[in-house]
Antibody, heavy 117, light 110 residues
Framework: EVQLVESGGGLVQPGGSLRLSCAAS????????MHWVRQAPGKGLVWVSR????????NYADSVKGRFTISRDSAKNTLYLQMNSLRVEDTAVYYC??????????WGQGTLVTVSS | QSALTQPASVSGSPGQSVTISCTGT?????????VSWYQHHPGKDPKVMIY???KRPSGLANRFSGSKSGNTASLTISGLQADDEAEYYC??????????FGGGTKVTVL
């Protein structure tokens, strides 16, 4: 059974850092493009970042470019999102999602990141 | 990377049909046939309902259908059921390995 389990969320002060993890089971992470998508409280889904199957290509939304880094550990079958210089507006539930060709076919349950002083 | 435009809410009675529009630009919806739709119940993870504009994942009820014209995509739910009440999001490939979602539409079954 395919499962994605996020962790690492929490409360952090503005300017701080946090690393999110997304542990995959039931499939090999390195065979798929993987993404992070976030949802601020009361708001809609927003695409954040993507990494391709061999990790050679990474892309980011303009709002997080230069501050967030997506990466993957094939041995651990885990996806990461390193978030630096966090802002209040980064407060959201962060989901990892698997891309099957052109759509997101499996999602994690999300992890909440709160940026506040 | 502006969000796609969706109506905030639509509603219908059981058995009726509702259509949700999703308007983008010539750089996203208008440029690619990679529009997908997601159903999101509170507290659950999103579920893909339509991909590549009009394709349904295997096992999904054919009550859900998708289409596209120009820069606007649409999701139609026929034979509305109570369990269809949820938030629905459209998503489009926007080029250069980036994606963009709509703001979401709350579907209410009256």
């Amino acid at each position: 059974e395919v499962q994605l389990v996020e962790s690492g969320g929490g409360l952090v002060q503005p300017g701080g850092s946090l690393r999110l993890s997304c542990a995959a089971s039931g499939f090999t992470l390195s065979n798929y493009w993987m993404h992070w998508v976030r949802q601020a409280p009361g708001k809609g889904l927003v695409w954040v970042s993507r990494i391709n199957s061999d990790g050679s290509s990474r892309n980011y939304a303009d709002s997080v470019k230069g501050r967030f880094t997506i990466s993957r550990d094939s041995a651990k079958n885990t996806l990461y999102l390193q978030m630096n210089s966090l802002r209040v507006e980064d407060t959201a539930v962060y989901y990892c999602a698997r891309m099957q060709v052109t759509s997101f076919d499996f999602w994690g349950q999300g992890t909440l990141v709160t940026v506040s002083s | 990377q502006s969000a796609l435009t969706q109506p905030a809410s639509v509603s219908g009675s059981p058995g009726q049909s509702v259509t949700i529009s999703c308007t983008g630009t010539s750089s996203d919806i208008g440029a690619y046939d990679f529009v997908s739709w997601y159903q999101h119940h509170p507290g659950k993870d999103p579920k893909v309902m339509i991909y590549d504009v009009s394709k349904r994942p295997s096992g999904l009820a054919n009550r859900f259908s998708g289409s596209k014209s120009g820069n606007t995509a649409s999701l139609t739910i026929s034979g509305l059921q109570a369990d269809d009440e949820a938030e629905y999001y459209c998503c489009s490939y926007a080029g250069r390995n980036t994606w963009v979602f709509g703001g979401g539409t709350k579907v209410t079954v009256l």
